[in-house]
């Protein structure tokens, strides 16, 4: 299975341990709209958070592109707020987990 049917079947699942256990050690989430960073740990705080939330919601989850170095991913995500966005991720990997997520997002509604 790949790095990007791993992830989306813990997404699909609302499995937190399954997502984390793809991250790396030294994993970071960068943020360009606040311009902050999330270890995986602070990664791994915010999915338990959304795990069972209602309002949260991730539809149309697609793979773009994966090698050995990169996962590519498109989905569109709902939000409690009602809020919509189409957000594209970049999944850098190291030894088969990632290590570097960046996420590039557009307002829909």
Partial sequence: MSVFEKMKASMDNEDTPAFMALLHDDFVFVRHQSGTTMS?????????????????SVENQRCI??????????????????????????????????????TGATLLS
């Fill in 40 to 56: 995986k740990a602070e990664m791994a705080a915010m999915m338990t958070e959304m795990e069972g939330a209602t309002g949260w």
């Fill in 65 to 102: 592109y994966e090698n050995d170095d990169i996962v590519v991913e498109h989905s569109v995500m709902t939000f409690p707020d009602g809020t919509r966005e189409a957000v594209l991720g970049a999944h850098s990997l190291k030894d088969g987990q990632i290590i570097r997520m960046e």
